[in-house]
């Protein structure tokens, strides 16, 4: 569906009280057209209309004229530069931001998503931005071994079990 007609749909939808709908129909054109500021403006009009504010600045994090306290409340939900670049969405070079403000919030968050993550990142190749913790990982690695090795136990039993029945 063209661009314009989707934009009449998001409205219509907005007028209907359809809120949810238009969330969607907005989420599907900016990830279609990611480059597209308009776009993302809008979606955060949305969420406002929410009451979400750390999605307001998601979505307005790009603008100039941003409201400082959602863009505190995005950096605070997503409070590290993978998970910034994650949420951010683009795709593509830099240089295809419209305005030169919007290239140096770009350019800022994959600049501190390579000096986080020790390597050159970029757009098309965006981090996981899952959360890494040593001590939480090890734990979990050990949970799932000693859940393989309660769940081996248990089928070698059941098998011993039934062979000693079959010769019984």
Same mark, same amino acid.
């Given at each position: 569906?063209?661009?314009? %007609? &989707?934009?009449? #749909?998001?409205?219509?939808? =907005?007028?209907?009280?359809?809120?949810?709908?238009? $969330?969607?129909?907005? $989420?599907?054109?900016?990830?279609?057209?990611?480059?597209?500021?308009? =776009?993302? #403006? $809008?979606?955060? %009009?949305? /969420?406002?209309?929410?009451?979400?504010?750390?999605?307001?600045?998601?979505?307005? /994090? =790009?603008? *100039?004229?941003?409201?400082?306290?959602?863009?505190?409340? @995005?950096?605070? #939900?997503?409070?590290? !530069?993978?998970? $910034?670049?994650?949420?951010?969405?683009?795709?593509?070079?830099?240089?295809?931001?419209?305005?030169?403000?919007?290239?140096?919030?770009? *350019? !800022?968050?994959?600049?501190?998503?390579?000096?986080? &993550?020790?390597?050159?990142? %970029?757009?098309? &190749?965006?981090?996981?931005?899952?959360?890494?913790?040593?001590?939480?990982?090890?734990? !979990? %690695?050990? =949970?799932?071994?000693?859940?393989?090795?309660? !769940?081996?136990?248990? @089928?070698?039993?059941?098998?011993?079990?039934?062979?000693?029945?079959? @010769?019984?």
């Amino acid at each position: 569906m063209p661009l314009r %007609d &989707t934009l009449a #749909r998001v409205d219509a939808d =907005l007028a209907a009280g359809r809120v949810p709908v238009a $969330r969607q129909r907005l $989420r599907g054109l900016v990830s279609s057209f990611p480059d597209d500021l308009t =776009l993302r #403006r $809008r979606l955060a %009009d949305v /969420y406002r209309l929410y009451g979400e504010p750390a999605e307001a600045g998601r979505w307005m /994090y =790009l603008e *100039e004229d941003r409201d400082a306290a959602e863009t505190s409340a @995005f950096e605070a #939900r997503y409070d590290t !530069a993978e998970l $910034r670049m994650r949420a951010l969405a683009w795709r593509g070079a830099e240089s295809l931001a419209r305005t030169a403000f919007a290239r140096g919030q770009l *350019e !800022a968050v994959r600049v501190a998503c390579s000096e986080s &993550t020790g390597r050159p990142v %970029d757009w098309d &190749t965006v981090p996981d931005g899952t959360r890494t913790d040593d001590e939480n990982s090890r734990f !979990a %690695d050990f =949970l799932a071994g000693a859940g393989c090795l309660v !769940a081996v136990v248990a @089928f070698l039993a059941i098998w011993v079990n039934g062979l000693v029945a079959l @010769f019984d």
